[in-house]
C-alpha cells in the first residue's frame, strides 16, 4: 500500500510539474501567435495598399494631351475655314477654295464693272435720248443659261460631299452616343461597357494653366480612336443641341427624344475644339466640346481604365464554350421499365 501511495504522490507532482511548464510556456505562445497575425496583417495590409497604389498609378496613367497652337481651334483674325483633319472636310476644303471661292469672286466682279459701266455709260449727259428696248433675245438666252450652268457645276460637288457625309459606318464602327444636356455635354460608349463620360466648361484661369483655348477647354474630352470609323450619335435630354466640330467637318443636330447619326473618321491624332450650334438657352455659350483623337491603341487602354470599360475581346474567350461531359448510367441504377400486363378480355357483361 505504501509502494501504490508513492505511486500516485509521484503522478500528482509529474502532473502538477506539467501543469506548470504549460501555464509558463502560453504567454509565450500567445505572444509569437499575436506577432504572427500582426505579422499577417501588416504583410495583408502593405499588399493592400501596394495594389491600391498599383491601380491608382494605373488609373492616371492618362495624360491628357496638349493641344497644338492653331490645329483644331480657331486662330485670331482668322477669316477662312480652319485646317482640316477628316476626309469630308478636306474635300468640303477643296470645294471652298477651289469652286465656290472662284465663282464668287467672277460673278461679284462682273456684276461691279458691270454697274460701274452703266453708271458712266447711261449717264444723264452721256445718254440724252434713252433707248426704248424691250427685250433682246440673245441676252434673255445668256442670262438664262449661263446661271443654269453656274449652279449645276456648283451641284454637282455639293451633292457628293452630302453623299460622303451620310455613308453608312462599317459594322465594326466605334459607336459613341453624345447627350446634350443644359448646358454640358455627356459622351456614352455603348460598344465599350457602356460608361459615360460628363464634360463642362473649365474656368478661364484653369484653361489659361492648362495651355488651353478659354471657353472651349473642358474638364473631360470626348476620347476617339484616330484613323477610325465611328458611329457618331446625338440626342438630347431636354431641348435642341447641336454638335460641331469645325476642323473636323462635323455638325449634327441633338434632338430630344431622336437620335441621329452619322460616321466621323479622324485623320490624325491630336485635340479638336467645337460648341454647341443650336441655341438652347441662357448659357448656350458655355457649352464647349473638346475631341481627343489618339492612336488606337492608346485609345483601348484609355477606355479599359474606364469604370467598367471594355474593349472587343475583353469579354469573351477563344477558348471553346463548355461542353457538360455526357454521364453514362449504369443499366442497375435506371429503374424497370413497367411490364405489360394480360391482354383485355372481352367484355360480357350484359348490354341493356
Known sequence: MIRGHIQKQAYFFLAALMAAVLVALMPRVAVAQDAAEATAAETTVDGAEAADAAV????????????????????????????????????????????????????????????????????????????????????EV?????????????????????????????????TVKAIGY??????????????????????????????????????????????????????????IHSFAVPSLWFKLDAVPGRLNEKMLVIDEPGVYYGQCSELCGARHGYMPIAVEALPRDQWEAWVRQQPGGTV???????????????????????????TAGPPPTEDTSPTT
Open 56 to 139: 491608382t498609378e494605373t488609373a492616371g496613367s492618362y495624360t491628357p494631351m496638349a493641344p497644338t497652337e492653331g490645329k483644331g481651334m480657331p486662330v485670331q483674325g482668322g477669316i477662312t475655314f480652319q485646317d482640316q483633319f477628316s476626309a469630308n472636310g478636306d474635300y468640303a476644303l477643296w470645294m471652298h477654295n477651289s469652286i465656290l471661292l472662284p465663282v464668287i469672286t467672277i460673278i461679284s466682279l462682273f456684276v461691279l464693272g458691270l454697274l460701274l459701266w452703266v453708271v458712266a455709260r447711261y449717264r444723264r449727259g452721256a445718254n440724252p435720248t434713252p433707248s426704248k428696248t424691250t427685250h433682246n433675245t440673245l441676252i
Open 182 to 239: 443644359q448646358w454640358y455635354w455627356g459622351y456614352e460608349y455603348p460598344d465599350n461597357g457602356g460608361f459615360e463620360i460628363i464634360s463642362n466648361m473649365l474656368d478661364e484661369a484653369d484653361a489659361l494653366a492648362s495651355g488651353e483655348p478659354p471657353q472651349l477647354a473642358v474638364d473631360n474630352r470626348l476620347v476617339l480612336p484616330a484613323n477610325t470609323p465611328i458611329r457618331l450619335q446625338t440626342t438630347a435630354a431636354d431641348v
Open 142 to 174: 445668256v442670262w438664262t443659261l449661263v446661271p443654269v450652268l453656274i449652279l449645276v457645276g456648283i451641284a454637282v460637288p455639293s451633292i457628293s460631299l452630302l453623299a460622303k457625309q451620310y455613308e453608312t459606318p462599317p459594322e465594326d464602327a466605334v
Open 312 to 338: 472587343g475581346g475583353d469579354e469573351g474567350s477563344d477558348q471553346p464554350a463548355f461542353e457538360p461531359a455526357e454521364l453514362e448510367v449504369p443499366d442497375s441504377v435506371l429503374p424497370d421499365a413497367p
